[in-house]
């Protein structure tokens, strides 16, 4: 869903390239058939403040999510590491309600509920488990379905009132604080999708989706059809990605005891010469010029 959004809004403002698409697509992206901005004409604070001030979100989404105790979710769904229980303990909601409310968003394509694959701690009914490592429970993540939702309940919301933004000033300074988690995850969902282009080019198919537990979070854990598994990681970042970041994803590996016959990268702003002597078959590096490929 998020790669055809990704592709009508290329389209639409073709003068948009490489960090400027992705940024822009972060916060605009969902709203391709509805709404023309004049990003031309206007800086992009201009644009998120006349998003902001406007009723054009309102308009265009089914308006019982900005109402509560949708609303209250939703925004601390955003703040948080997107856990189901996360966003209800934040929301300080009781299990049944965030059940409702989750089954509610689902049914109106707000959003999708990503399962965790990780394997139980307890493997059999009298196992022993650490005191430590008692309390912790295997949650499923759930995604906003377009972008626009996720910058709007994130930074327009909490400052949203009946006439516009309550303060214009302090609403650009805590976007600009915190604009790359946002950008972020919309680099790893397009890079996942180029991911599965890549080897659709081989003839392979894959499932691939994000994969967390007790230990860690891979930003793609994916099987291909011929029994392969890939392990990926993104980077939204002005630094290069060196060899030590590599190292460090292959302890994670090891410590969640995954498979990995193929280690892949994604990174806006390239890698060390170190890491690019490694490149091969199995160890893919690709940077953010290479979502072209996704046109």
Not at 30 to 54: M, P, V, Y
Not at 137 to 155: D, G, Q, S, T
Not at 175 to 188: A, D, G, P, V
Not at 230 to 240: D, H, I, M, T, W
């Amino acid at each position: 869903m998020i790669k055809e959004q990704y592709l009508k809004f290329s389209k639409k403002y073709p003068f948009l390239i490489n960090t400027q698409l992705i940024e822009y697509f972060s916060v605009f992206g969902g709203l391709e058939k509805s709404t023309t901005f004049n990003f031309l004409t206007q800086s992009f604070d201009e644009s998120l403040l006349e998003i902001a001030n406007s009723n054009i979100v309102y308009n265009n989404f089914p308006f019982f999510i900005f109402q509560e105790p949708f609303r209250t979710f939703l925004i601390n769904l955003t703040k948080s590491d997107a856990k189901r229980a996360t966003a209800s303990k934040r929301s300080k909601i009781g299990f049944d309600l965030a059940k409702s409310i989750i089954q509610e968003l689902e049914s109106n394509n707000i959003i999708r509920v990503v399962q965790s694959r990780e394997e139980p701690l307890r493997q059999f009914p009298k196992q022993k488990i650490k005191k430590e490592l008692r309390d912790y429970k295997i949650e499923p993540k759930i995604y906003l379905n377009y972008p626009i939702l996720r910058f709007w309940f994130r930074f327009v919301e909490p400052f949203k009132s009946e006439n516009g933004l309550k303060n214009e000033r302090q609403f650009l300074e805590k976007f600009h604080n915190r604009k790359i988690k946002l950008y972020s995850l919309i680099f790893e969902h397009l890079s996942t999708e180029l991911l599965k282009l890549h080897f659709k080019k081989l003839n392979i198919s894959m499932n691939c989706n994000s994969f967390w537990d007790i230990y860690s979070e891979f930003d793609m854990y994916c099987q291909t059809s011929n029994g392969k598994y890939v392990v990926g990681e993104c980077k939204y970042s002005n630094r290069l990605v060196t060899k030590a970041q590599l190292v460090k994803l292959e302890y994670k590996i090891k410590q969640s005891n995954l498979n990995s016959d193929f280690i892949v990268f994604f990174a806006k702003s390239g890698y060390s010469k170190e890491l690019e002597k490694l490149k091969s078959d199995t160890l893919l590096l690709f940077t953010l010029k290479d979502l072209k490929l996704l046109n």
